[in-house]
């Protein structure tokens, strides 16, 4: 019998939907996220955000993926909402940073994907610029409506991702959105020709890694070949940390994580 794929949850949204003569709410992930997973050897389940249930979801989990999607509730990282913002779903940012807190416990691998390299930001007490032309941002961030972009980044040739995809590369992109004030314990290793942070890392964790673009739209399989090869590591990843130990906030600083030793 051939060895399964590690599973991989795969964060989704709560949107008003048509089909045939049916308009409901129905809970949405774009499907390409779905493929590029599968494509990498992983088994894709679509996460639903339900209120309290994040950290037993983490537990059936193998690998994390933070998918785009609406704007993050100004709420989370203290600033008022602005007139461009989207109208926030705090379901869904409640779900996914409590995914965070329990991937960080269990060392679970994480991509993080447009909206995700956000909710990374914010969880580690890190602040957004609501709307990138008021900072004289591009506008080859946004892209087309409805569609993708595409702009070149520069990576830290010293990052993880630095190492696994070059010095440079074209992206696909759609976001007005990005990082403003870094979060704690969080390394940039990406930008884009304005300056704008692209790329996010934590060398302190196993493997939690963020990025601006949409690498599900491309053509370039190999972050999620590399979050479904982490997933696959992670016992060996976990067997180095001291026995019992668990990654918490830190009690001085909500944006730090330490571990607690038993």
């Known amino acids: 019998m051939a060895e399964r794929g590690p599973v991989i949850g795969i964060t989704a949204s709560e949107l008003t939907a048509t089909y045939g003569d049916w308009t409901e709410r129905c809970t949405l992930v774009p499907t390409d996220y779905v493929r590029a997973v ?38 989370v990282f203290g600033a008022p909402r602005h007139p461009q913002a989207q109208r926030p779903d705090r379901r869904r940012d409640r779900f996914e940073l409590d995914l965070l807190d329990a ?73 007005h959105q990005g990082i403003d004030r870094l979060g704690s314990g969080l390394r940039a290793c990406g930008w884009s020709g304005d300056g704008i942070v692209e790329a996010l890392d934590d060398p302190e964790l196993p493997f939690l890694v963020a990025v601006q673009w ?17 997933a696959r590591d992670r016992p060996a990843a976990l067997a180095g940390r001291h026995p019992g130990a668990k990654v918490a906030r830190s009690p001085s600083d909500p944006g730090e994580l330490v571990e607690e030793h038993p």
Do not use: K, M
């Open 103 to 175: 991937a960080a416990d269990g060392g679970l691998p994480v991509l993080a994907i447009c909206r995700g390299i956000q909710v990374v930001n914010v969880w580690r007490g890190g602040t957004l610029h609501q709307h990138l032309p008021d900072v004289g941002a591009s506008p080859e961030h946004l892209g087309p409506p409805g569609g993708y972009g595409t702009h070149r980044v520069r990576l830290d040739p010293a990052s993880r991702l630095g190492a696994l995809l070059g010095a440079e590369l074209d992206v696909p992109t759609h976001h």
């Open 214 to 230: 949409h690498p599900e739209a491309g053509d370039d399989p190999r972050l999620f070949e590399r979050l479904v090869e982490a």
């Open 38 to 75: 599968a494509r990498a050897g992983g088994i894709p389940v679509v996460l639903a955000a339900v209120d309290g249930a994040a950290r037993s979801v983490a537990d059936h989990l193998d690998g994390l993926v933070l998918t785009g999607g609406t704007d993050v509730d100004p709420d």
